[in-house]
Structure formats: structure tokens, C-alpha cells
């Protein structure tokens, strides 16, 4: 179970074990998505370093994250 509605958040630790926090992205879509029509803008959160970033469609999103991930340097959580 990923999410107990009851209790918040429950992550399985086998699912986790290979996941890094550094790694992990919070993505928000704008009130005005429409999924079927392809509008999908909306910002990406880099969680551990709170570092944020826009998008103005789906197809943006691959190479933003790539290029978070990339910037990201050991001890300096994407180089913030």
C-alpha cells in the first residue's frame, strides 16, 4: 500500500529501498489542465532542495527533470 488515507502517507520500505530522497520531485498541474486536449503546464519541485521550475506542456517535463537531476552535485543538492 502506497497511501492510507486514514493515516497520510505510508510508503512500502521494498518499494523505497532503491528510491533516493535527492531524487524525488513534487509535480503540480494548473487548475486549467485538460489532460484529453494535451494542456498539461504546471511546475516541478526538486523536494530536498525546495529548488522550483515551469513547464508549459508535458512534452517540457522529460528534459526539465533531466536537466535538475543533472545539475545536482554531490554534497549540493542541485547545486542551490
Not at 503546464?41 to 508549459?56: I, L, Y
Amino acid at each position: 500500500m502506497l497511501y492510507d488515507f486514514a493515516h497520510g502517507c505510508r510508503y512500502s520500505q521494498p518499494a523505497m529501498n532503491e528510491l533516493k530522497h535527492a531524487s524525488a520531485f513534487v509535480v503540480q498541474f494548473r487548475a486549467d489542465a485538460d489532460p484529453a486536449n494535451g494542456k498539461l503546464a504546471g511546475r516541478v519541485e526538486h523536494v530536498a532542495s525546495g529548488r522550483t521550475a515551469n513547464f508549459r506542456s508535458v512534452h517540457d517535463l522529460p528534459e526539465l527533470l533531466r536537466r535538475m537531476l543533472s545539475d545536482a552535485r554531490p554534497g549540493d543538492e542541485l547545486g542551490t
